[in-house]
């Protein structure tokens, strides 16, 4: 913290003051040199002229005190950015990655000289730790609503900026795949003023649809939003089969829920039991699930009424 | 921002007009010459820590800085991975885990293909580094000092190898 002008000032005269053969000059501490000295000067005080002397020097070297304090305020505003190489500084610069650009020097970092949110197609990442390496999961997100793996094109260009952004000598494996599929069939129970089930043809297309609006089908609603939060907001997340139970049960007229399937893969893996997992819960390897089409939603609930 | 100052220039300012005679202004410069030495020196630092502070150990920043250092024409300074050592891991059977076989050359392995396992000494050999510095053979006399400038960026549990290539 540099001194001010006045108690460098008042320093040199208090240093002055222990010699004795400089006792005939008489400036002594001021607790304003500046303003005295003004006066001074434009009286025929000959002590002045020493005063301005010790003055023009405590501004010197205050200015150079200050130098110290801004250099030291820009260093630690340096340090306090400094890149920390954690797992979450790694999903932010990759979320940042944009295609069809190359980092630039701008003359003190690496940034890209033209920020085209369009370009940025890293829409959902995950990165876990597994014997050293970073298993980084990405997927973008097509329409904005349906997840989906990065074109093969992306992915090379992902990697190379990885590459390049990464700390020296870390490994990493960047997994971009279709999403984990799931195959459900559940029982629900429903409350048949609310919910239209034509049991005579089960293939009613307004089957599970509300009575007071055709357009919305709840229970299909509910799973459909489920996967989306699991997908979007907890990218990588788990998959509990409770936690898809509650979502159904939770849908608008339905009163009780009943899970007689719930099966996940990975890739053109085989089909895994999750009811039979202990803890119901499913890891996803791609990060994000989608209802298998081979298995749609349409013939997937089977409602009954609560009577 | 601006750290070097002509104290001279400053000096003269705080001087008023009526006493601005050359001996005077000589005087109190002389004064200063001392503390425009420790503000040259001082501005001086501040680059080399600016400048230094600019680069860290990410690939792409690290791969600047060596090449600005070294050769800064042809900037043919990289950086490669290390390649990882393929680490085969012995468990007892309770653990579980997924069985390891070791095969005669006699015998046909399960997929058809070479699949030779190396035994590596416990001492730093091929693949035991996490990254290369590779730098031309014209450079190869800057080894030591790339390997210094290397250090001063290197994480603490990364371990990297000068390669003159």
């Known amino acids: 913290m540099a001194r001010t002008i006045a108690t460098i000032y008042n ?73 920390p190489g954690t797992l979450q500084w790694y999903v932010a610069t990759i979320k940042a990655f944009q295609y069809g650009y190359a980092l630039t020097w701008n003359g003190s970092t690496f940034v890209y000289s033209t920020i085209d949110s369009t370009a ?187 009577q | 921002m601006i750290f070097n100052v002509n104290f001279s220039n400053v000096i003269n300012n705080l001087i008023p007009g009526f006493l601005r005679k050359p001996k005077f202004q000589a005087i109190l410069n002389v004064f200063a010459s001392a503390l425009q030495y420790v503000n040259n020196e001082f501005y001086a630092e501040t680059q080399s820590v600016f400048y230094y502070l600019k680069f860290n150990a990410q690939v792409i920043y690290l791969t600047k800085y060596l090449n600005d250092q070294y050769d800064n024409v042809q900037r043919r300074i990289s950086i490669s991975d290390g390649s990882t050592p393929n680490v085969i891991y012995l468990y007892n059977e309770s653990e579980a885990a997924a069985p390891f076989y070791l095969y005669n050359e006699s015998e046909t392995l399960p997929n058809g293909t070479a699949n030779p396992v190396y035994f590596y000494n416990n001492v730093p050999s091929i693949g035991t580094y996490d990254y290369y510095v590779n730098i031309p053979l014209e450079l190869s006399t800057l080894a030591s000092q790339v390997k210094g400038a290397v250090n001063q960026f290197n994480p603490a549990n990364k371990t990297f190898y000068v390669n003159v290539i």
């Open chain 1, 11 to 83: 320093a040199m005269i208090t240093e002055k003051e222990t010699f004795s053969n400089l006792s005939n000059l008489s400036p002594t501490a001021q607790a304003n040199p500046a303003q005295s000295l003004l006066t001074d000067l434009t009286s025929t005080s000959k002590v002045a002229i020493w005063r301005l002397i010790f003055y023009v020097i405590a501004v010197a070297i205050w200015i150079h005190e200050s130098l110290w304090d801004i250099f030291l305020a820009n260093v630690q505003t340096i340090i306090s950015n400094a890149i």
């Open chain 1, 120 to 306: 940025i197609c890293v829409n959902q990442c995950a990165i876990t730790l597994s014997e050293g390496t970073l298993n980084i999961r990405v997927a973008t997100l097509a329409g904005g609503t349906i997840l989906q793996p990065l074109s093969v094109a992306q992915e090379t260009a992902l990697i190379e900026y990885i590459q390049n952004i990464k700390i020296a000598g870390t490994q990493f494996n960047v997994i971009n795949q279709a999403a984990d599929l799931l195959q459900i069939a559940y029982t629900v129970y429903y409350n048949p003023l609310i919910i239209y089930y034509n049991s005579s043809n089960g293939s009613d297309p307004l089957n599970g649809s509300l009575i007071s609006n055709p357009s919305v089908f709840p229970v299909n609603n509910a799973i459909l939003n489920y996967i989306q939060t699991l997908d979007q907001i907890f990218f990588n997340g788990n998959f509990q089969v409770s936690d898809l139970t509650d979502a159904i049960q939770a849908a608008e007229g339905i009163t009780n829920v009943v899970a007689t399937t719930v099966n996940a893969k990975s890739g053109s893996g085989a089909y895994q039991n999750i009811l039979s997992v202990t803890g119901q819960i499913y890891q996803t390897a791609a990060g994000y699930l989608a209802i298998d089409p081979a298995y749609p939603l349409s013939s997937a609930i089977t409602y009954i009424a609560n």
